[in-house]
């Protein structure tokens, strides 16, 4: 390759981090604010509860969004092998847009009555359809722009993107809380984020109808969704089990914390989001640098040690939370959590682009990634409350991590190492 193609295929790969960037960070920041506010939206659309009941019912419309989420991976990752990474991608954005607008703007069951909650798990279900479609696809279309010896720094970028739109609704949501009364943010101050995020929409709909296909899938021969159906089932279920810890680590940690830190560990509504965020910008930063060591030390070393993390310290970490820990001492809690996810996410998105080929990337990456997330982290906050509420011990949770840990263990260890290969 020419040096003049070599840096116009550079600068035509930044810009296709940019798209997948923005995408992300609205996909993930709308998904964000629903759970840092699951409180305030429980005693809006499912009043009257008692106990843990209106959270339990907010939570179970939050993972309700996951059930279609294998649906749009396996009919949104098909479009991508067929039509093209980049239909596919603007077809997710727009999707999201429309959930993210419409819970902003539907009254709530005070007003509508039951149509209140319906109308809020049918935008759920929109939006879980499209993300199921947004995560394989864009981590597909940045890792096959990616320099050979690149993939884990660029591929790192998209899971920072997803932690960013986390960060981000945590922001917006602790400022919101900050700025305004809880009678304000219980009746119409919850709103705001959501309908802040709507102005993401056009900006990355503009980056992404801007920025070319991938040529590793203008290279790539069409395959049928039935070849070698065996082969891609079984690659499918090493990237479901890939993704357990990776899932149930984020769900948990990230958008449950704040609820438990604010129920559980003393910590107000207030310090509670802005705890969240600092952990949230720890691990963002962290992100870009584990991908770029995996390039160099390879992916398994790197997964192994963050899996390895997760079965020995969320006990220990768990109690110290609970048993009357300082603000200071959360926020260290959150700051460690966030660099052991990171630790995972930086390898993480080119380890699971790099089980597949290009021609099949799309489909059976959704598929496995979207399974597991659907059954493990989706309602990884619905089976945390209700782990807390079975068994009377606020350090239940801790359970659920380290199972996934031992899980995902066992399935990265069975992995080959890709770091230093050629993408198929």
């Not at 705890?275 to 160099?296: C, H, Q, Y």
Request: aromatic share 12%.
């Amino acid at each position: 390759m020419s040096t003049d193609a070599a840096a116009g295929r550079g600068r035509e790969a930044r810009r296709a981090v940019a798209a997948a960037v923005v995408g992300n960070v609205l996909e993930w920041y709308d998904f964000a604010v629903y759970a840092y506010l699951a409180t305030i939206i429980a005693g809006e659309f499912f009043p009257g509860g008692e106990g843990l009941t209106p959270l339990l019912q907010v939570f179970a419309a939050f993972g309700l969004g996951f059930v279609v989420r294998p649906i749009g991976g396996l009919v949104i990752g098909r479009m991508g092998d067929v039509k093209g990474r980049k239909a596919a991608l603007l077809l997710t954005l727009f999707l999201m847009a429309v959930g993210t607008t419409g819970i902003g703007l539907i009254p709530g069951a005070a007003t509508i009555g039951v149509w209140a909650p319906v109308l809020l798990v049918t935008l759920r279900l929109t939006q879980g359809f499209s993300a199921g479609g947004e995560w394989a696809g864009s981590t597909a279309f940045i890792v096959e722009w990616a320099p050979e010896d690149r993939r884990g720094f660029y591929g790192s970028f998209q899971q920072a993107a997803v932690a960013g739109g986390l960060l981000l609704g945590s922001g917006v949501a602790a400022l919101c809380s900050t700025l305004l009364t809880d009678a304000q943010m219980a009746t119409w101050g919850w709103r705001i984020p959501f309908l802040l995020g709507a102005l993401l929409a056009p900006v990355g709909l503009y980056i992404r109808r801007h920025v070319g296909e991938t040529p590793a899938f203008l290279e790539a021969e069409p395959v049928e969704l039935g070849a070698d159906l065996g082969r891609n089932v079984r690659l499918a279920g090493k990237a479901f089990g890939f993704t357990i810890l990776w899932t149930v680590s984020y769900y948990m940690m990230l958008t449950f914390m704040p609820t438990f830190t604010a129920r559980f560990a003393g910590l107000s509504q207030t310090q509670a989001l802005w705890s969240n965020t600092i952990g949230l910008v720890v691990m963002v930063a962290a992100v870009p640098f584990l991908g770029l060591l995996s390039d160099r030390a390879g992916r398994k070393p790197l997964l192994l040690v963050a899996c390895g993390a997760f079965v020995l310290l969320p006990l220990p970490l768990f109690r110290i939370m609970v048993g009357g820990a300082s603000f200071a001492a959360v926020v260290g809690i959150q700051v460690a959590f966030g660099l052991m996810i990171a630790l995972f996410s930086g390898p993480g998105p080119a380890a699971i682009s790099e089980i597949f080929s290009t021609g099949s990337r799309s489909t059976w990456m959704s598929a496995g990634y979207t399974l597991s997330v659907t059954i493990f982290g989706g309602f990884a906050p619905y089976v945390a409350t209700q782990l807390i509420s079975t068994t009377g011990s606020p350090i239940a949770p801790a359970y659920y991590l380290i199972g996934a840990a031992i899980v995902s263990t066992v399935v990265i260890a069975s992995l080959r190492e890709t770091g230093h290969e050629p993408l198929k």
